[in-house]
């Protein structure tokens, strides 16, 4: 494959990154941030820009297991939250899971239905405990992700912010090791954790590397054929990715309404 032409992350865009962060809270006049922290690598570099942009006492952070959480996101969460100073609380979700698929599921059942109820579970208890503390609910999400529309709408999708919106999962890597990230976090295969085993390059069928080649190329406006001689993918394979990104458009956008009132 053809080297990765993403520019390089720069000291300098952290420190965008990280004023945001402080200029959005401070014109929301809200008091803090709410962050669920999963022991993957984007929600622990979302803290830490957090921790630097507003101090951690105005950090919360929440770790939300179900049965399928891993024992090390326990033991990895609360590190990272006593090395950076932010409140750390734990919500156990799978009463709250269990229940509500006692009442929606029926018939088989996929693992999708309930990581999407496990998902949207975790948005309740992060925008409960953002309403009693006057704070902002930052989300997760990289640009990788949002683009293949890979989050669960109402669910990890749901914030009020998101400082990694314009970062792909690569950029998302270079800005860990600038900000000082754990490398045994740095180097977890991704994984949303909604159902054992689960990870986010098995689940797309491509790894991140790869991937983020090709949605770069896609918003330079090059053609199939050209980003296949770039990446050195196979078109069919681009024209697949290219077709993901449109059909997940309406997870990007607010609701649609009519135009013409």
């Known amino acids: 494959m053809a080297g990765v032409k993403i520019p390089n992350i720069t000291a300098e865009d952290v420190e965008s990154l990280i004023g945001f962060i402080r200029t959005t809270v401070r014109d929301a006049h809200s008091d803090g941030v709410v962050i669920g922290l999963s022991g993957g690598i984007d929600s622990a570099v979302v803290t830490k820009l957090c921790v630097e942009a507003l101090g951690p006492e105005k950090v919360l952070n929440v770790f939300m297991p179900s049965r399928v959480t891993p024992a090390d996101d326990y033991k990895i969460t609360k590190e990272m939250s006593t090395m950076w100073g932010t409140e750390y609380k734990v919500v156990d979700i799978q009463p709250a899971v ?53 989050f669960t709408k109402f669910g990890d999708g749901a914030c009020d912010m998101t400082p990694l919106a314009n970062m792909y999962k690569t950029e998302v890597r270079q800005i860990a090791r600038i900000i000082g990230i754990p490398e045994e976090v740095i180097a977890k295969p991704p994984s949303a954790g909604l159902w054992e085993g689960q ?23 090059r053609s199939d054929a050209q980003i296949s001689a770039d990446t050195g993918l196979p078109k069919d394979q681009i024209a697949h990715i290219r077709e993901q990104v449109g059909s997940m458009e309406h997870k990007r956008l607010p609701a649609i309404r009519p135009s013409d009132f």
Do not use: F, H, W
């Not at 986010?200 to 330079?220: P, V």
């Open 98 to 150: 269990d229940a509500l698929a006692a009442v929606l599921l029926s018939g088989k059942e996929t693992p999708l239905e309930r990581g999407n109820i496990s998902a949207r579970c975790r948005m309740i208890v992060l925008y409960n405990l953002a309403k009693k503390r006057n704070s902002l609910v930052v989300g997760t999400s990289n640009q990788s992700e949002l683009m293949m529309g890979y």
């Open 199 to 221: 990870t986010d390059e098995s689940d797309m069928g491509i790894t991140y590397a790869d991937l983020d080649s090709i949605l770069y190329d896609m918003e330079q406006d």
